[in-house]
T-cell receptor
Framework: AQSVAQPEDQVNVAEGNPLTVKCTYSVSGNPYLFWYVQYPNRGLQFLLKYITGDNLVKGSYGFEAEFNKSQTSFHLKKPSALVSDSALYFC???????????FGTGTRLKVLA | DAEITQSPRHKITETGRQVTLACHQTWNHNNMFWYRQDLGHGLRLIHYSYGVHDTNKGEVSDGYSVSRSNTEDLPLTLESAASSQTSVYFCASNSDPLEKLFFGSGTQLSVL
């Protein structure tokens, strides 16, 4: 079965510092990977996706993610964090046999001023 | 602008009652999904549909049902609400399996 894991419930980072939110996956075959962000009392919003091609994927709001096949990871990164980046972040993988999307448990990012 | 709307935003009900949560999208997307969000579990798939008259069970479908009579709507019904179904429910849609999901703003359901 395909799955994703987000090993950190919460990540704290100082404003201006680089941030990383971790995600590892378990799939058969090539993965389709996504990152979403959720602000309070809102639905999830798409940040970026990896389907194929370059291992470094650029997305919305200055975020990027690095696909690492050997480590089965898809970590979300940003060079300089903003207080407004504070939110709940979800990694997801799309099941290759169906159109289902499987989400991780989420990581709460807190950027401190 | 096209959008996906959920109603109601908040709902309080009693155990044993039937409850229906609405989801309406104006993108003409074929694929629609219902998730529930709970602390420690992230988002878990309840039901999904690939088109009119198509419905499929997700990983936590017990006690829930859906029907798809048109492209725009996928209502979620709790046949007999239980306290374990207290959660935040999200509807989502897309047109292509490699494309992003568009999410509604969610329905906070409390079963007392």
């Amino acid at each position: 079965a395909q799955s994703v894991a987000q090993p950190e419930d919460q990540v704290n980072v100082a404003e201006g510092n680089p941030l990383t939110v971790k995600c590892t996956y378990s799939v058969s075959g090539n993965p389709y990977l996504f990152w979403y962000v959720q602000y309070p009392n809102r639905g999830l919003q798409f940040l970026l996706k990896y389907i194929t091609g370059d291992n470094l994927v650029k997305g919305s709001y200055g975020f990027e993610a690095e696909f690492n096949k050997s480590q089965t990871s898809f970590h979300l990164k940003k060079p300089s964090a903003l207080v407004s980046d504070s939110a709940l972040y979800f990694c997801a993988v799309r099941d290759r046999g169906t159109y289902k999307y499987i989400f991780g448990t989420g990581t709460r990012l807190k950027v401190l001023a | 602008d096209a959008e996906i709307t959920q109603s109601p935003r908040h709902k309080i009900t009693e155990t044993g009652r039937q409850v229906t949560l609405a989801c309406h999208q104006t993108w003409n997307h074929n694929n629609m999904f219902w998730y529930r969000q709970d602390l420690g579990h992230g988002l878990r798939l309840i039901h999904y549909s690939y088109g009119v008259h198509d419905t499929n069970k997700g990983e936590v479908s017990d006690g829930y049902s859906v029907s798809r009579s048109n492209t725009e709507d996928l209502p979620l019904t709790l046949e007999s609400a239980a306290s374990s179904q207290t959660s935040v429910y999200f509807c989502a849609s897309n047109s292509d399996p490699l494309e992003k999901l568009f999410f509604g703003s969610g329905t906070q359901l409390s079963v007392l």
